[in-house]
Structure formats: C-alpha cells, structure tokens
C-alpha cells in the first residue's frame, strides 16, 4: 500500500511542474505559433534567479524572479521573437534555439557549470498513510494546481480570456475587432515566460541546480502539448498528466534510462497515428455525429 501511495504522491509532484511547463508552451505555440526551443532554459534561469538571491525571504525571491521573467520574456518577444514572426517556422525555431544557447552561456560565465543548490523553505516532512514526504513539495503541488486553476479560469471565464481565445483561433479577425496583436503577443510571450522561470524557480530547492536542468522537462513538455488539441489551453495541462503517469509508471517496472526511450517511442507512435492530438473535452454523442 504504501508503494502505491509513493508512487500517486511522485506521480502528483512532477505532474505539477510540468503542467506548469507545459501550460506556458501552449499559450505560446497557441497564440504566438512559434516553437519556443528556449523553454526548458527559461527555467533554468528561475532557479538560478533564486539561487541568487538566496539570502533573502524565499517569498521575496520568488516574487522577484517572476518579475524577472515578465521583464526577460517582454525584452526577448520584443527584441527578438518580433523581428522573424513572419520570416517563417525555421527562423523562429533557430532564433529561440540562440536565445536558450545565449542564456546557458550567460549563467555558465556567471555562476560557472558546478552544481548550485538552495535549501527549501520548508524542511519538515508529513505523513500522508504509511509514507512522509517532504512538506515543501506538498505545498508547491497545491499552490500550483491553484494557479493553473485560476489562469484556466481567466483563460475561459473573462473577457481578457475571450480576447486570448479569439486572437488564438484567428489572428487577422481578432485584429479587425480591434485587438492589438503586437500588444497580445508581448503580453502572451511575457506571461509564458515568467511561468516557465516561476516553474525553475519552485523545483529550485529539490534538484541541482545546473545550466542544462531544463532541458529534462523541455522535451516531455512539447510531448504534453503536442497530444492535445492544436490551440488548446487546457488540454497541455492534461497532457502533461498523462506524459508524467506514463513516465512515473515506466519508472516503476525500467530504470530512467530505459523509461524515457520507452516513453518518448511511445509518444512519437500517437503523434504519428493521431497527429491532430486529442481534444480533453466531452461532448454529447448528439453533437459529435451530427
């Protein structure tokens, strides 16, 4: 029993990170239509944000970083990205790859390759059945369902949400009903980045802090938003659920190593057998036939 109550609690930990990951990729290949190479990097620029300041309040760092991050995603959308929106998919994807090399170089030269790390917040444990587990990654787990919880909300149940949704599904007729683009796509840009950096920021104290930490996540969270709907805000998060079950339980039967192959093969096969991704909603069978 306290196996299974191991592997739900791992399972619910990872889970969350990577929806969080995962969501922040998907505002951006959703609104910008750019592959943004940069992500897994952006994350590791979090945790090294926190590393930084780890002398001062863990909140008060945390804070800081994420204004970090909308600053770093309002400076690159601005300076970069907006120069080759319409020079093609290759010009993106080589411009976000620079980025992601950029940073990795900047913080190698500033905090040199070795290992950093920063203690939680939190050092206590809880016991939760036969197992205890460590406070802190409960209290993240929950404070991130509850931001993804409310960004879904905004996305689907304000007006700021509908103008997003709109410019998602066409960009030129959001335009006209006076939606600025340039305004959107800076906006979009900037808020997916600061959640990639609040991402690093808050697995900082639970892993070595390096200049190549995110890329571990970069490509399970492409996974994430590949397998649901092209557009979909909601379907990443539950992408990233499903990568992250099928992962912790190959975990459980094959090392690491062999987990990932598996996992990735596995990924590759429905890509290609369902490219057009899953939509993660229901609907009356009234309405799918008709």
Do not use: H
């Amino acid at each position: 029993m306290s196996g299974w109550i191991q592997f739900l609690l791992d399972f619910v930990w990872l889970s969350a990170g990577l929806a969080l990951v995962a969501f922040s990729l998907g505002l951006i290949l959703g609104e910008l239509k750019i592959v943004n190479i940069a992500q897994g990097d952006l994350m590791m620029v979090g945790a090294y944000s926190m590393y930084a300041m780890r002398d001062l309040p863990f909140l008060v760092a945390l804070g800081a970083t994420c204004i970090v991050g909308l600053l770093l995603g309002f400076v690159l959308e601005r300076g970069v990205l907006r120069w080759v929106y319409d020079k093609g998919f290759m010009a993106t994807l080589l411009a976000t790859w620079g980025v992601g090399i950029v940073l990795e170089q900047g913080v190698a030269t500033l905090f040199t390759v070795s290992q950093k790390g920063i203690d939680a917040p939190l050092k206590g444990l809880i016991e939760i059945g036969d197992v205890v587990y460590p406070t802190y990654r409960v209290a993240v787990t929950a404070g991130i369902v509850v931001l993804l919880a409310l960004l879904l909300l905004l996305v689907y149940r304000t007006s700021i949400g509908l103008r997003l949704r709109a410019s998602i599904d066409n960009v030129e007729m959001a335009s006209v009903l006076g939606i600025s683009p340039q305004r959107t796509f800076a906006m979009v840009f900037s808020v997916a980045t600061a959640l990639a950096v609040l991402a690093g920021a808050l697995i900082a104290p639970t892993i070595a802090i390096n200049p190549t930490l995110g890329l571990s996540f970069l490509a399970p969270a492409f996974f994430a938003v590949l397998i649901s709907k092209p557009g979909s805000l909601a379907g990443p998060v539950v992408g990233a659920v499903a990568v992250e079950f099928t992962f912790t339980l190959l975990q459980a039967y094959f090392n690491i190593t062999i987990a990932e192959s598996v996992l990735f093969g596995l990924l590759a096969l429905f890509i290609v057998l369902k490219p057009q991704g899953i939509s993660w909603s229901w609907k009356p069978a009234r309405e799918e036939t008709s």
